[in-house]
């Protein structure tokens, strides 16, 4: 662990058992103070902003899984089983006939394939059956105002989830998703939801909570919004035929280099692609051995659900498991 995250776990730490006086009402956090004068510039009033943060209530047990992601423990061994097993692969190819005629007509309208979307939301909900127990109120205003590195993106979620409240006549003391504050089937953030949720069945709602067709219209416009390609390819193996620099590969998620450049550098196996085309390179170990992948447009786009490559590679994996799944069945 570098030094500058063990700096960061301490301070975290300090904040988590040093600020319990907020704990109960967060209108009387300095923090809070500015966020209402400005939302006030939002049209809400006073007395109504007041009453949310009054009402939202601290969890430390949020602050303390912000300080410890799942991808910083784990190897991608071990991240991809806790995704990859038999009954999700099942359940995935159940949740697709369940509702093919929405996953069609999405793949047919976006371009995303359909084993995409049900991947998308097996990963993150289990298919919709672990959508969160925490009220988003109390998950945003949490690491809005209580966590040191993240509070100013979180403002701005807490800001977005009222304004998403007020435009779709939702109580905002209601609502539950996950430590983050990510909600729903598909687990969008407020600021997504505005941006990119739909009405996907014209009951004139957006209701990515418990309707799974607005979920998967949703998530498939996310991904097109994003720079999805249609029929193209999400990763492709990479050939390695001496020691590489390490520098080269896990560094960073955009697409920096070319594939005719990566090919100068003796890093081969995409020769059928257009090679101006830009890529990531990976290196993952599975059974004890060294796996090296390019990681293409479609594999950025996936990161933009979630900036992790083990997440995306998770995702692309299990996709094409239940597509398999779905042929045979």
């Known amino acids: 662990m570098s030094i500058k995250r063990v700096l960061n776990c301490c301070l975290l730490l300090i904040v988590v058992y040093s600020q319990g006086s907020y704990a109960a009402d967060y209108s009387q ?4 103070q500015k966020w209402l004068q400005e939302m006030l510039d939002e049209g809400f009033t006073k007395e109504y902003l007041t009453k949310v943060l009054g009402t939202a209530k601290r969890k430390d047990s949020i602050l303390k899984a912000m300080a410890r992601p799942a991808e910083a423990r784990k190897t991608w061994e071990q991240y991809r089983s806790g995704f990859i097993r038999t009954k999700g692969i099942q359940n995935g190819n159940k949740f697709w006939k369940k509702h093919a005629p ?3 007509r999405a793949e047919r309208e976006f371009g995303v394939p359909a084993q995409m979307i049900v991947s998308i939301i097996g990963v993150e909900t289990r298919y919709g059956k672990v959508t ?4 988003v109120i109390d998950a945003l205003s949490t690491i809005a105002f209580d966590h040191p590195r993240r509070g100013e993106y979180f403002r701005n979620q807490l800001k977005e989830f009222l304004l998403l409240c007020r435009e779709e006549r939702l109580s905002f003391s209601d609502i539950k998703g996950s430590y983050a504050g990510a909600m729903g089937i598909g687990q969008f953030l407020p600021s997504s939801f505005r941006k990119y949720a739909i009405d996907y069945d014209g009951d004139g709602k957006k209701d990515i909570w418990k309707n799974p067709v607005d ?13 999805w390609l249609k029929d193209q390819p999400v990763v492709i193996s990479a050939k390695v035929s001496q020691e590489i620099d390490k520098e080269w590969y896990n560094n960073g998620l955009d697409l920096k280099v070319t594939l005719q450049q990566w090919r100068s550098r003796s890093i081969s196996g995409a020769e059928q692609l257009q090679q101006q085309q830009k890529a990531t390179l990976m290196k993952l170990i599975y059974d004890d051995k060294d796996q090296y992948w390019f990681g293409l447009q479609n594999f950025y786009v996936i990161t933009r659900y979630n ?5 995306a590679m998770a995702v692309f994996q299990l996709s094409e498991l239940i597509k398999a799944e779905n042929k045979l069945s």
């Not at 969160?132 to 009220?135: A, E, K, Q, S, V």
């Not at 998967?216 to 097109?224: E, K, L, P, R």
């Not at 900036?307 to 997440?311: E, I, T, V």
């Open 102 to 104: 929405a996953l069609a």
């Open 307 to 311: 900036r992790s490559r083990f997440y």
């Open 132 to 135: 969160g127990n925490y009220r």
């Open 29 to 32: 956090h300095p923090l809070a």
């Open 215 to 227: 979920a998967i219209g949703s998530v498939a416009n996310y991904f097109a919004e994003h720079g």
